[in-house]
């Protein structure tokens, strides 16, 4: 690249300098995340822009606006018009959803029905803020770009900053910190590497860009220089794997194999440098992946494990993305505003998911949803461009790695949305200035570089003050946040403020979130603990937030108590029904089983999905009061689902609860119909053991239990539960050859601990207390536990240890909960009883027989020593 023709100003040095803030600032302030970032982001990107347009106009030159320029611009541009309030019957022409959602939500509580095509204009102000920023980014970076000089140093901050990070995170690994800088602890996840990415995806996103930039560098520097670059790409690298991010892994080393590519097929044909060139980028490669490979080695294995399948793929990211098209598809005008998609999704969520999904992670599904068709005409230009610049001319070194680096990035988006984050995307802005504004001869004057356009110095500076204006007031209606709304809402439920405070807040949030179903919720909550009263607005509420998302469990579950306040009961029940459907796991133990009376009830409770219908039978099993409405249940379940495959847990559940009852006719029918349907199952064969034990024939039940152990031998709970019956029976030599048999098939704690409590009552049946206080002990270690303890003290006190087993009982109590303490103090005043009067009737043999005490005397000592 020859030099550049012209000096550079000091203000387009100025602009240099406020490019370079922004590309240390992103990735330091947690990648960009929090919502503060952006008044700098904004401020920066401004000064660079007026500056740049500053040392334009110094230089009697006219501003160039390249290919990209106008896409930033339409970005912006649909961001406003986004926002723009329309009449009801425009609004319903433009966005039918917006328009119903209004309709329907907002309304009735007499909020207006005009408004904007954003469902949460708060982050669509936000998002406008953010593209105005990178429009000024872009901006500024082609123009400080022109130098040789500028644009290296750019990509050189760039390539540091991400060695800078990767070599933070391998500090914090070294020191063992969980925390950054062992003080901030990210609250909802734990980063494999720890550095300011919270998210792993994002950090090897930024990563990845940094490492190919730096190996660009490396390949047009010498030395020293081209020393550290290549030691700065090789850091950057290291850390890409280090952060296990599967995606973020695949495409870097997608970039890297680009650059090698790329050099060795131009070497062909050119000197024996670039050939050199691609043999460097595959060292720096394969340098980064053994490195990395090394310190992560078993991590990475067990990642990798993790996505061996398309099954186990499709089961993650892959298979939300039907959802996320048929959102995007109800919004196929204008969209649904952009940012807004973390409040929007949920109406459309048709499973559901524990986290709260704020973004598609699909680069084409985040446009269409939040630009509709005109968010994929963006992301088509965006392509066309990128193209065009590949079918340019010979590239130099550096500009294809820039690429390469560009490509890989963009291309993890599809599976991730760090270009959502002003980190990664001013860095990549940046990174492609420098292509996109590349060194050479300057135009005949008259005439603009192809695919540029040409502003005059005072327009353009006239125009970055008055966008950088417009960012900073696009802020201030952006500084409102769904959490802090919800947070706010949460914190006056907490507080019980008067529930006509929290309904006129609701409300002005609500205005400001329309979309939100949390909001929704919270409103419904505060009536429904109103009591019965109430519970009609209750209900209205839920049923807003239901709207909004219908797959929300704590809104079905208040909608069920409404509705239980208003007498409308198989209403209820079918709302309990459908919160665990949605993913609440306690609904039917703690709540809903408690609530119904009739088996009528408990029926439309049950879900048509099997296996949440074998959880209420499992419930039922654990609290079968009334028993008769439970067993009528069981009668109507094994009709209802007799064709339905696993449902063996309704008969065995049946018959264990007849067994309890002592009907043993009923139990043995139901076992005998459970052989019938699956006689194969491990289930069937050892109910039927059950059966015969409570039958009184035991021999018989050890005999079934010994049949299906050759069959099932690495099954442990079938051996302890043979061994168990044997030692009830006294076979106690037998139970211990069941247990070494299975001895190897243990794999954890609890399983070890009830080995060695088996093991103990077979030496406690066999008389070898000593021994089996040995097995008990050890118990208490692997596994400790009130039983553990206490069983210890009854083995303690059978021997004659008094004070052991005091003590034995004592730390029982303390694993005890609060409310099951009471009533254990008279076993330990009765064995602190035995142990004085056992001390006291051994200090009267002594003091009647002087020898023996001389003789204890002398062994007190020996008994002492260590």
Excluded at 303 to 331: H, N
Excluded at 653 to 661: C, D, I, M, Q, S
Excluded at 763 to 786: D, I, K, M, N
Aim: hydrophobic content about 50%.
């Amino acid at each position: 690249m020859p030099s550049p023709s012209r000096r550079t100003s000091r203000y387009t040095l100025g602009a240099e300098a406020m490019l370079a803030g922004l590309a240390v600032l992103g990735p330091l302030a947690l990648g960009g995340a929090p919502t503060w970032v952006l008044w700098p982001l904004v401020g920066l990107s401004a000064a660079a822009a007026v500056l740049a347009c500053i040392g334009v106009r110094r230089q009697g030159r006219k501003l160039h606006l390249p290919l990209f320029a106008p896409l930033l611009g339409l970005g912006a541009a649909l961001c406003l018009v986004q926002l723009v309030p329309l009449p009801p019957g425009l609004l319903a022409g433009v966005s039918p959803e917006a328009a119903s959602l209004r309709e329907f939500a907002l309304v009735p509580l007499g909020l207006p029905a005009a408004g904007p095509v954003s469902l949460d204009p708060p982050a669509t102000w936000r998002e406008l803020a953010k593209s105005l920023a990178y429009g000024l980014v872009f901006l500024a970076a082609v123009e400080v770009c022109r130098s040789q000089r500028s644009r290296r140093r750019l990509l050189a901050t760039l390539a540091f900053t991400g060695a800078g990070v990767a070599l933070l995170g391998l500090g914090h690994a070294l020191l063992g910190f969980d925390a950054l800088f062992g003080v901030r602890a990210y609250a909802h996840v734990r980063p494999p590497l720890v550095t300011p990415f919270g998210n792993p995806n994002h950090l090897a996103g930024f990563l990845g860009l940094s490492a190919t930039v730096a190996l660009g560098l490396a390949l047009v520097h010498h030395g020293v220089k081209r020393l550290a670059f290549f030691a700065a790409a090789g850091l950057s690298g290291m850390g890409v794997l280090l952060s296990l991010s599967r995606a973020g892994i695949f495409f870097f080393l997608v970039g890297q194999g680009l650059v090698a590519v790329g050099l060795w097929l131009q070497g062909r044909s050119a000197s024996r440098r670039r050939r050199s060139g691609g043999l460097a980028a595959l060292l720096v490669l394969c340098a980064s992946v053994g490195a990395g490979g090394y310190v992560a080695w078993e991590k990475l294995v067990v990642e990798a494990s993790t996505a061996r399948s398309m099954e186990t793929l499709r089961q993650g990211k892959l298979d939300l993305w039907p959802m996320m098209a048929e959102a995007a598809r109800a919004f196929p005008v204008l969209g649904m505003g952009r940012g807004a998609f973390e409040a929007a999704f949920p109406r459309y969520q048709s499973e559901p998911n524990p986290n709260t999904l704020t973004h598609p992670e699909n680069v084409a599904l985040q446009l269409a949803a939040e630009f509709g068709v005109p968010g994929l005409v963006l992301l088509g230009g965006w392509v066309w461009g990128f193209v065009r610049l590949l079918r340019r001319g010979r590239l130099e070194p550096l500009e294809l790695a820039v690429l390469a680096g560009l490509f890989a990035l963009g291309m993890h988006n599809l599976f991730d949305f760090s270009l959502e984050l002003p980190a990664c995307a001013v860095s990549a802005l940046v990174a492609l200035a420098a292509v996109v504004r590349p060194e050479g001869e300057s135009p005949p004057e008259g005439t603009a570089p192809a695919g540029r356009w040409r502003l005059p110095a005072s327009g353009a500076l006239a125009g970055a003050v008055v966008l950088g204006l417009l960012g900073f007031g696009a802020l201030v209606p952006g500084r409102h946040t769904l959490a802090e709304a919800e947070g706010e809402l949460s914190g006056r439920l907490a507080s019980r403020a008067p529930l006509e405070d929290v309904r006129a807040r609701g409300l002005s949030l609500i205005a400001r979130h329309p979309a939100d179903y949390l909001l929704y919720g919270l409103i419904g909550m505060a009536y429904a603990e109103g009591g019965p009263a109430h519970a009609g607005e209750a209900l209205a509420f839920v049923n807003r937030a239901l709207f909004l998302k219908p797959v929300d469990a704590a809104s079905h579950r208040i909608a069920a108590r409404a509705l239980l306040a208003l007498g409308r009961r198989r209403q209820a029940f079918l709302e309990y029904r459908l919160a665990r459907e949605a993913g609440d796991p306690e609904v039917l133990s703690h709540e809903a089983l408690r609530q119904a009376r009739t088996v009528e009830e408990l029926q439309v409770l049950t879900s048509e999905r099997p296996a949440l219908a074998w959880e209420v039978a499992h419930a039922l099993a654990a609290q079968p009061e009334p028993m008769v409405r439970t067993l009528a249940w069981f009668a109507w379940a094994r009709e209802h689902f007799a064709t339905a495959p696993d449902a063996e847990p309704l008969w065995t559940h049946e018959a264990r609860l007849r067994l309890v009852r002592g009907e043993l006719r009923e139990a043995a029918a139901l076992s005998g119909e459970l052989e019938q349907r699956a006689p194969d199952k491990l289930d069937a064969q050892l109910l039927r053991a059950e059966v015969l034990r409570a039958q009184g024939q035991g021999p018989e039940a050890i005999r079934v239990l010994e049949r299906l152990v050759p069959r099932f031998p690495d099954n442990v709970g079938l051996a302890f539960t043979l061994a168990r019956q044997l030692v009830d029976e006294g076979l106690t030599h037998r139970a211990r050859e069941v247990m070494g048999r299975a001895a190897p098939f243990i794999v954890d704690a609890e399983q070890r601990a009830r080995l060695l409590t088996l093991e103990g009552a077979c030496f406690e049946r066999e008389g070898l207390l000593s021994r089996a206080l040995e097995r008990y002990q050890t118990v208490t270690w692997l596994a400790p536990s009130p039983g553990a303890q206490f069983t210890v003290a009854r083995l303690q006190e059978a021997m004659g240890r008094y004070g052991d087993a005091a003590r034995a009982v004592r730390e029982g109590v303390r694993l005890l909960p609060p409310e099951a303490r009471p009533g254990w103090d008279a076993w330990v005043a009765r064995l602190e009883s035995q142990q004085r009067q056992h001390m006291e009737e051994r200090r009267q043999q002594l003091l009647s027989n002087p020898q023996e005490e001389e003789t204890e005397n002398l062994l007190r000592p020996l008994e002492q020593a260590p």
